[in-house]
């Protein structure tokens, strides 16, 4: 199985969209996940088969952060 990260998702619900369709065609069983601040706020998660919420990329210790 692979699966796909999409980080500052955002407004890119064609971009999640296409990763989505084009990932099926080749592994039926992959997913494409979404990070963005404000997840719930986001079109983008929103589509996206799973979301994690992240710091904001100026955040200090946002690579830290996000490997937890």
Do not use: W
Not at 29 to 48: G, H, I, L, M, Q
Not at 63 to 68: A, T, V, W
Request: hydrophobic share 30%; net charge positive.
């Amino acid at each position: 199985m692979s699966n796909i990260l999409i980080t500052c998702a955002g407004k890119r619900v064609s971009l999640v969209r296409s990763f989505k369709t084009e990932l099926k065609l080749i592994f039926s069983d992959s997913k494409v996940y979404t990070t963005d601040f404000s997840p719930e706020k986001s079109a983008a998660c929103r589509v996206s088969d799973g979301y994690f919420k992240v710091p904001p990329v100026t955040h200090y210790n946002y690579i830290q952060n996000c490997s937890k």
